[in-house]
């Protein structure tokens, strides 16, 4: 096989692969920033304990503003309005326990609760959200991510509403 027919991604554990191109899935998914005057909602993995946004894949048929509202109240039990666009990536990443690869299309969304609890969402076999929480701004370190620590702490920096305002209801 030649070297072009191999794309490089990352594993669930961090670990580097090369997988054949024709293995990806092209995947769009959503992420929330929900800050709450110097905090935002994160959530924490249930295996490895590390942060990430609340979102995730958008299903067959399903708008991009009805994936992030479904996506953060599976993981956070708060309702949301969808605010601005604020970013896209992209992301090659395998998810070894569905042994299947993704090239994820990326896009971030500022949100504002209109609930205010946060509940953590059942255990189910193959999902590893985690508890949500409310993690203050000035204490998030790119090290605690479950990936792209770096890029997603200036994006949470760097997209803080400049009133900071109580975003909740």
């Known amino acids: 096989?030649?070297?072009?027919?191999?794309?490089?991604?990352?594993?669930?554990?961090?670990t580097e692969l090369a997988l054949p191109r024709e293995?990806?899935?092209?995947?769009?998914?959503?992420?929330?920033?929900?800050?709450?005057?110097?905090?935002?909602?994160?959530?924490?993995?249930?295996?490895?304990?590390?942060?990430?946004?609340?979102?995730?894949?958008?299903?067959?048929?399903?708008?991009?503003?009805?994936?992030?509202?479904r996506e953060v109240r599976e993981e956070t039990g708060l309702s949301i309005k969808m605010g601005r666009l604020i970013t896209a990536a992209e992301d090659f990443f395998y998810y070894g326990p569905a042994d299947r690869a993704f090239h994820a299309l990326q896009?971030?969304?500022?949100?504002?609760?209109?609930?205010?609890?946060?509940v953590a969402p059942p255990a189910r076999p193959?999902?590893?959200?985690?508890?949500?929480?409310?993690?203050?701004?000035?204490?998030?370190?790119?090290?605690?991510f479950h990936n792209h620590g770096e890029r997603l702490c200036r994006l949470i920096r760097d997209n803080r509403p400049a009133s900071a305002p109580n975003t909740r209801l």
């Open 1 to 14: 096989m030649r070297d072009n027919a191999l794309r490089r991604c990352t594993a669930y554990d961090g």
């Open 23 to 69: 293995r990806f899935v092209v995947r769009p998914s959503v992420y929330a920033l929900l800050y709450d005057q110097d905090r935002v909602v994160l959530v924490t993995n249930r295996t490895t304990g590390r942060y990430y946004l609340p979102g995730g894949g958008v299903e067959q048929g399903e708008s991009l503003e009805e994936a992030l509202q």
């Open 107 to 118: 896009f971030y969304y500022l949100a504002v609760a209109t609930s205010q609890r946060l």
């Open 126 to 144: 193959h999902d590893e959200e985690g508890d949500p929480r409310w993690v203050s701004l000035s204490t998030l370190d790119p090290s605690a």
